[in-house]
């Protein structure tokens, strides 16, 4: 289930070449810590969802089910403590928001009842309390489904949703896949016509829309103004947001940057240098399921997803970019420095789809899956320091 909507978004521009202005293959000095800063959350965490409150961790949901945790960063001594359990039906892809003190959980990809026979796109909002250890499913839904959405706060005050998956297109593919049954022709046929169209043609959502939790409400800030994308990353830096990379389309991924800056409750875009490949020679893939994160100005970014040689087959002609191809998890770590990105160093480990938090000036990385999907419990933490990555 989960290979079909990890795969996520591409900007539909298409290049030739690596743009040699901004291709530093420099591996610049990492610093390891010999202790970890965070301990390990109690299970093999992936495709959840987690956010900060105050000086508090919360994560939970994806591969822990209906499990919630929370890590008190003033009383580290206790490790991570289960919560209330999330009361609505187990999701992945959930996006997490804090406002004034409490979680909003949005939408995510999961059955809508115990008695639904598929998955499919959710639109449903839940709220938690962590003074009360409460959870409250609010009377409203996004106003469209929300997998593969990129989510972030608009003056700490409103949770800011863009991107994801076209929810009739995406649910439909689910709907003919339990159709066919055990035939595995006709399940052939219908992977063969999802996957073999245009970017375009999947109608990823371009919308980008406020939820306002005094009035309970969701508005529109207009739209984005290049191809919608699924899987990607986003950080806040001062009154910007940087949106990175994610799928075009299902296996297809672009390398491309956009900066939104706020104005009221509107942003203006401008593209931002793409990615850089961290091979020499080799054109960036781009990647889903990245972490991310500022330190001291600095944009990180960290592992993710792609399908090597996935560009070298659509521009090839074949709209089923990833056809025969194998998912490769990353490893690399880049820095967004004066608006050039340099290559920082490596994670530990090849790692994607888990949690990115933002604490002060360190990115705390949650969780996530490791080559061939394996999750993995680790809690790694990224900071810039004097030009350089610390990891602990």
């Given at each position: 289930?989960t290979q079909i909507?990890q795969?996520?978004?591409?900007n539909t521009r298409?290049?030739a070449a690596?743009s040699?202005?901004?291709i530093?293959f420099i591996?610049?000095?990492?610093f390891?810590?010999h202790a970890?800063s ?8 992936k495709?959840g ?10 994560v939970g949901?994806g591969?822990a ?9 003033d009383k580290?001594?206790?490790?991570w403590?289960k ?12 996006v ?9 959980v ?5 059955k809508?009842?115990?008695a639904?026979?598929?998955v499919?796109a959710l639109?449903d909002?839940y709220r ?10 609010l009377?409203?839904r ?9 989510a ?7 949770a ?9 297109i ?5 709907t003919?896949m ?10 052939a046929?219908?992977?063969?016509a999802?996957?073999d169209?245009?970017?375009a ?23 984005l103004p290049?191809?919608?994308t699924a ?10 947001l940087?949106l ?7 296996g297809l ?7 939104g800056?706020k104005?009221?409750s509107?942003?203006?875009w401008?593209?931002?240098p793409d990615l ?5 020679g080799k ?10 994160g ?5 944009v990180?970014v960290a ?7 996935a560009w070298?087959?659509?521009n ?5 970019a ?7 998890w ?6 967004l420095?004066d608006n050039?990105?340099?290559i920082?160093g490596?994670?530990?480990q090849?790692l994607?789809?888990?949690v ?7 990115v705390?990385?949650v ?10 419990s680790?809690?790694t933490q ?6 350089r990555l610390l990891?602990?």
């Open positions: 289930m909507y795969h996520r978004k591409k298409i290049k690596l040699g202005a901004f530093l591996t610049l000095p990492v390891y810590a970890a965070y301990p390990d959350i109690p299970v093999p965490f495709n969802t987690g956010a900060r409150v105050d000086n508090s961790l919360f949901l591969s089910g209906q499990s919630w945790f929370r890590f008190d960063m580290d001594s206790r490790g403590q919560i209330a359990d999330f009361p609505g039906q187990p999701r992945e892809q959930a997490t928001v804090a406002l004034g003190g409490k979680l909003y949005f939408g995510g990809v999961g809508s009842s115990p639904d026979n598929q499919r639109s909002v938690f309390d962590p003074q009360s250890n409460q959870w409250l499913q009377a409203t996004a106003p469209y489904g929300l997998v593969g959405v990129a972030t706060t608009l003056d700490s005050a409103q800011l949703l863009l991107g994801g998956v076209n929810k009739a995406f649910d439909g593919y689910f003919d339990a159709a066919a049954g055990n035939d595995e022709t006709q399940k046929t219908v992977t063969n999802y996957f169209k245009a970017p043609d999947y109608f990823y959502n371009r919308d980008v829309v406020i939820y306002d939790p005094v009035k309970n409400q969701w508005k529109s800030a207009g739209q290049f191809s919608g899987g990607s990353a986003i950080s806040d830096l001062n009154d910007r940087i990175i990379n994610g799928e075009i389309k299902p991924r672009t390398a491309a940057v956009w900066q800056k104005q009221g509107q942003l203006n401008q593209q931002l850089i490949s961290s091979e020499k054109a960036q893939e781009g990647l889903a399921g990245a972490f991310s500022v330190s001291h100005n600095v990180l592992g993710g997803a792609n399908f090597p040689d070298k087959q659509f090839a002609g074949q709209l089923y990833h056809k025969g191809l194998k998912k490769q990353q490893q690399s770590v880049y820095a420095v050039q990105w340099q920082a490596k994670l530990p090849p994607g789809y888990g990115s938090i933002q604490d002060k000036n360190k705390i990385l969780g996530g899956e490791t080559t061939d999907g394996r999750a993995t680790a809690v990224l900071s810039w320091q004097g030009n990891i602990e």
